[in-house]
């Protein structure tokens, strides 16, 4: 911005003054004052061509420190993109092997609950055995069969 306000600070005094020097201390002829205004501004052109040039160097500089950083932060931004992959590909095998040992787990279960059933089936039918071996006792012993 310091540059372009300087830019036009020199541009409009270089107008100023060659018009003022032509309107105060004309020339003879009229080429020779477009002459000299047309040198005027010449100079001035040249002048502000060869202080901008500075300016430019420094903005093609700052450029340059740009897209350095720009690449820069793109390797950053791979990197944290490959660790990204990296965590989710984790994260899916020991998904996958939850989910294997959920089954698992859900099988050995049914397998349990099953065995479970026939514990309780065969222990119902033991209690009725053992129920049934008793009332024939008893009858037994009521009807006098069954002597101390």
Same mark, same amino acid.
């Given at each position: 911005?310091?540059?372009?306000?300087?830019?036009?600070?020199?541009?409009?005094?270089?107008?100023?003054?060659?018009?003022?020097?032509?309107?105060?201390?004309?020339?003879?002829?009229?080429?020779?004052?477009?002459?000299?205004?047309?040198?005027?501004?010449?100079?001035?052109?040249?002048?502000?061509?060869?202080?901008?040039?500075?300016?430019?160097?420094? &903005?093609?500089?700052?450029?340059?420190?740009?897209?350095?950083?720009?690449?820069?932060?793109?390797?950053?931004?791979?990197?944290?993109?490959?660790?990204?992959?990296?965590?989710?590909?984790?994260?899916?095998?020991?998904?996958?092997?939850?989910?294997?040992?959920?089954?698992?787990?859900?099988?050995?279960?049914?397998?349990?609950?099953?065995?479970?059933?026939?514990?309780?089936?065969?222990?119902?039918?033991?209690?009725?055995? &053992?129920?049934?071996?008793?009332?024939?006792?008893?009858?037994?012993?009521?009807?006098?069969?069954?002597?101390?």
């Amino acid at each position: 911005m310091k540059s372009y306000t300087q830019t036009l600070m020199i541009q409009a005094f270089t107008v100023l003054f060659s018009v003022f020097l032509l309107l105060l201390k004309p020339l003879p002829d009229l080429w020779m004052n477009i002459a000299c205004y047309l040198l005027a501004m010449a100079g001035a052109t040249v002048f502000l061509w060869l202080t901008s040039k500075k300016p430019l160097n420094e &903005v093609d500089k700052e450029a340059k420190e740009v897209q350095a950083a720009m690449e820069k932060l793109n390797f950053e931004v791979q990197v944290a993109s490959s660790q990204v992959a990296s965590v989710s590909e984790q994260l899916y095998i020991t998904l996958d092997e939850n989910n294997s040992f959920a089954n698992t787990v859900f099988l050995q279960t049914r397998d349990m609950a099953e065995l479970n059933r026939q514990v309780n089936e065969n222990i119902r039918q033991t209690v009725d055995v &053992v129920k049934h071996l008793m009332e024939t006792l008893e009858e037994g012993i009521a009807n006098g069969a069954v002597r101390d």
